[in-house]
């Protein structure tokens, strides 16, 4: 397991955790493999929710290769994705809004600052499916 993040799967969400600011070599790939494999798993509605609240900004390398993974899973997110949620410092808010105009998430995109708010959001998309 990374230090720098963590995955996890249930039933109904997708949990990236970020851990601290920045990856080490080798583990922001492996945070992307680990997403993209546990992403494509999935054959029902899921909410994908991300607490990068500790995050810094990305290597901007990093940010294509994450904009790329989610072309690659662009099938699943169609058929699956309720809603992304994402709880992230006003630190990430011009890199969010910048991804937003590169990707057009096509589902609903929710970006909270707060824990409570992130979490009550996660659980209204789980409710909608």
Same mark, same amino acid.
């Given at each position: 397991?990374?230090?720098?993040?963590? +995955?996890?799967?249930?039933?109904?969400? #997708?949990?990236? %955790?970020? *851990?601290?600011?920045?990856? $080490? @070599?080798?583990?922001?790939?492996?945070?992307?493999?680990?997403?993209?494999?546990?992403?494509?798993?999935?054959?029902?509605?899921? +909410?994908?929710?991300?607490?990068?609240? #500790?995050?810094? %900004?990305? *290597?901007?390398?990093?940010? $294509? @290769?994450?904009?790329?993974?989610?072309?690659?899973?662009?099938?699943?997110?169609?058929?699956?994705?309720?809603?992304?949620?994402?709880?992230?410092?006003?630190?990430?808010?011009?890199?969010?809004?910048?991804?937003?105009?590169?990707?057009?998430?096509?589902?609903?995109?929710?970006?909270?600052?707060?824990?409570?708010?992130?979490?009550?959001?996660?659980?209204?998309?789980?409710?909608?499916?």
């Amino acid at each position: 397991m990374s230090t720098f993040a963590s +995955v996890t799967k249930s039933p109904s969400v #997708l949990r990236v %955790t970020v *851990h601290r600011s920045h990856p $080490l @070599q080798g583990e922001f790939s492996a945070l992307m493999y680990e997403c993209e494999t546990m992403y494509t798993q999935y054959s029902r509605p899921f +909410v994908l929710a991300m607490d990068l609240h #500790l995050m810094g %900004t990305l *290597h901007p390398v990093d940010a $294509l @290769q994450w904009m790329m993974m989610f072309f690659r899973v662009s099938e699943t997110t169609k058929k699956h994705l309720i809603c992304t949620c994402i709880c992230a410092s006003s630190t990430l808010d011009d890199a969010i809004q910048s991804f937003l105009h590169m990707y057009d998430p096509i589902k609903p995109f929710y970006s909270l600052n707060t824990s409570n708010a992130f979490e009550a959001q996660i659980v209204k998309g789980t409710t909608r499916s």
